[in-house]
């Protein structure tokens, strides 16, 4: 829903704005909200609208900055916003990026990301289940237009979700049918002040040549209700195509020894849309990465694949055998991986040594797989295999639970194969 008719002054007034932000957040409310504030006029607006939104409810607000120490004023800014919600009396966390490595590559890139990691680590620690971002309908027009210019599919094109989990961090964006317009013209005339960040002014950003551009394509008819509106059938659209593959998958994908196996047939004759969702989702659970590789390289994979041909992409090997697709990890990646039993390993598994005592997990590896009689009866090819944990002492391989040598030892995946099926719903 996006709100837009203004009231006598020209703006939606507070109540309206209260009562859209309320609709929000279907009952039963979460005994806590943490409000993501940068200081800029939107995230307040939000800070405040949320307060006057559950002044009656046993919600407690708890509010975040983020100092990214990228302007040598952003401290003194979140200590601004400390004092903004300290006047509400909502208790007020500054988060320091900076104290690891030195970025490298596209500095906001890394900025968001680390952004977002800060404030979902924050909610954790805080038992905070649900963080509010301050992003309007003025924000998801321009990231409409943003990803027209990257040649964005149906996902790309339906914008920000009003909701996502990350990190088991529900995000939410209450303020997403809402204009940055009516949430200015509410703080100027309640008498709340905001900070005015300088670069968006910055012409060097994309989103401010597109703010830019977007007062020019209004004169055009190019609004930005009619961007949001794109936004929501693309939002459909995906739902629907989210669910066909989520289908289509129950009927030609199962899980072994890690891997995602697509039978090959039936992966042939899917619709590009639908191969192409369950080659992002393999790879993703596979490697546990967070973002899809791009759309190029994607589109070779799945070719290759469709052709009965081998690649590798995003830290995967896609190998077709016999009438079969494995996704499985990338010798390579996990060639150094090593640790004790009963810890994560690889971040996907967890082997229990039984009896076994003094050993490491490591790889199988291609010679390990050959100390193992009856790996063929397990049905994975040996590249699939090699991947996958094993114990070893002193250079004696003492288990491999996953390819016919158990020896009283187990590893369970850290990542359940309903995640896999699940993931193709949500994206
Ligand atoms: N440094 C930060 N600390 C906390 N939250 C942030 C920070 N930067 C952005 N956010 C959150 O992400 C939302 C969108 O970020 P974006 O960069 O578009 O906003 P902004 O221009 O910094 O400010 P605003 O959206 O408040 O006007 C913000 O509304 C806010 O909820």
Redesign the pocket.
């Given at each position: 829903m996006l709100l837009t008719q203004p009231n006598a002054a020209g703006g939606l007034g507070r109540d309206d704005l209260v009562s859209a932000l309320r609709q929000q957040f279907t009952p039963p409310l979460p005994a806590r909200i943490g409000?993501?504030?940068?200081?800029?006029?939107?995230?307040?607006a939000?800070m405040h609208l949320l307060k006057d939104c559950f002044c009656d409810d046993p919600v407690e607000l708890m509010v975040?900055?983020?100092?990214?120490q990228l302007r040598p004023e952003s401290r003194q800014e979140?200590e601004e916003v400390a004092q903004m919600a300290q006047q509400l009396c909502l208790r007020h966390d500054i988060?320091t990026w900076g104290e690891g490595p030195e970025p490298t590559g596209n500095l906001q890139d890394q900025a968001r990301r680390a952004?977002f990691a800060l404030?979902t680590a924050w909610a954790r620690q805080n038992g905070i289940p649900v963080l509010?971002?301050?992003?309007?309908a003025d924000?998801q027009a321009e990231t409409v237009i943003m990803r027209l210019k990257r040649a964005a599919g149906v996902n790309g094109l339906a914008g920000m979700a009003r909701r996502r989990t990350q990190d088991g961090v529900s995000l939410q964006r209450p303020l997403l049918g809402l204009r940055?317009s009516d949430l200015r013209h509410y703080l100027r005339a309640m008498g709340r002040s905001?900070i005015e960040?300088p670069s968006?002014e910055d012409d060097t950003y994309d989103?401010i040549k597109t703010r830019k551009a977007l007062a020019v394509l209004e004169d055009l008819g190019l609004t930005v209700p009619a961007l949001v509106t794109v936004a929501q059938n693309m939002g459909k659209a995906q739902t629907a195509l989210g669910w066909y593959a989520f289908l289509t998958a129950r009927d030609l994908a199962e899980i072994k020894a890690g891997a995602v196996v697509f039978e090959l047939r039936k992966f042939r004759t899917l619709p590009d849309e639908i191969s192409h969702r369950l080659m992002v989702q393999a790879l993703l659970w596979v490697s546990g990465g967070q973002y899809a590789p791009r759309r190029q390289p994607m589109i070779e994979a799945v070719a290759i694949a469709q052709r009965g041909g081998s690649s590798t992409l995003a830290g995967c090997r896609i190998l077709s055998h016999r009438d079969k697709i494995w996704i499985c990890r990338e010798a390579a990646t996990v060639q150094q991986a090593a640790g004790d039993p009963g810890e994560v390993w690889d971040q996907r598994w967890r082997v229990f040594a039984g009896k076994l005592e003094a050993c490491e997990v490591r790889p199988l590896g291609a010679a390990g797989v050959k100390l193992c009689p009856d790996w063929r009866a397990e049905g994975c090819p040996a590249p699939v295999l090699e991947v996958t944990p094993s114990l070893w002492r002193e250079g004696n391989l003492m288990a491999a639970p996953l390819a016919g040598f158990a020896n009283g030892c187990s590893a369970e995946p850290i990542n359940s194969a309903e995640e896999f099926f699940a993931s193709l719903l949500s994206h």
């Open positions: 409000i993501a504030v940068s200081g800029g006029g939107d995230s307040v939000l975040a900055t983020v100092d990214h979140a988060l952004r404030l509010a971002l301050g992003h309007t924000d940055r905001w960040d968006n989103r």
